[in-house]
């Protein structure tokens, strides 16, 4: 295994599929958003829901949603492939209340590493404390905050996130085949 190398992985719109939530909000608020149709990344203002209303369903429903979630295709195959040379570590901003769903998704699909559920989109820090060289994620803003701390940022192609990219560190790519391609030119690179 080569130490020197932490690979940090978004979950939500990452590893999982970007639309996985679509079905199962539309039949509980009853609407027919199709993904796409909006450029938002925040659930809130895709169903127009004030956080109340929002947490209500949250709180119950959330759980069995993200266990629910479908993975991308390969995701799963390459983790697991760079397991034996890499550090891997999950950094989440789901709430803490799933923490066990978040622990069940993950064996399930054989995603080894560790996980932290920061409950926050806020993971520079966590970041720099695990020493991660290269951090996968779907959040335009969360890729952009992470390459202003000096981290490489493959950045997975969303409807929410086709914005300008910072001229250095973040490479956007359209699937799990491209990750592996971009995490090898970086790594190739440092």
């Known amino acids: 295994m080569n130490s020197n190398i932490t690979i940090g992985i978004d979950i939500d719109g990452t590893l999982t599929v970007p639309d996985f939530w679509v079905k199962p909000l539309n039949q509980y608020f009853k609407k027919d958003y199709i993904y796409g149709q909006s450029d938002y990344y925040d659930w809130r203002q895709i169903y127009n829901l004030n956080n109340e209303e929002f947490m209500k369903y949250y709180q119950i429903h959330g759980p069995d ?65 695990l020493n991660c060289s290269i951090f996968i994620e779907d959040n335009y803003q969360v890729a952009c905050q992470l390459a202003e701390g000096g981290i490489h940022v493959v950045l997975l192609d969303c409807v929410y996130n086709r914005k300008l990219l910072p001229e250095k560190l973040v490479t956007r790519v359209r699937d799990w085949q491209e990750v592996s391609f971009a995490v090898t030119n970086i790594i190739d690179s440092l």
Do not use: M
């Open 65 to 129: 949603l993200h266990l629910n979630a479908d993975i991308r295709p390969y995701a799963a195959k390459i983790v697991q492939s760079w397991h034996n040379y890499y550090q891997i570590c999950y950094l989440t901003a789901r709430q803490k209340f799933l923490t066990n769903a978040t622990e069940k998704w993950l064996k399930e699909h054989q995603l080894p590493g560790d996980f932290f559920v920061l409950g926050s989109h806020y993971k520079l820090s966590k970041a720099q404390e």
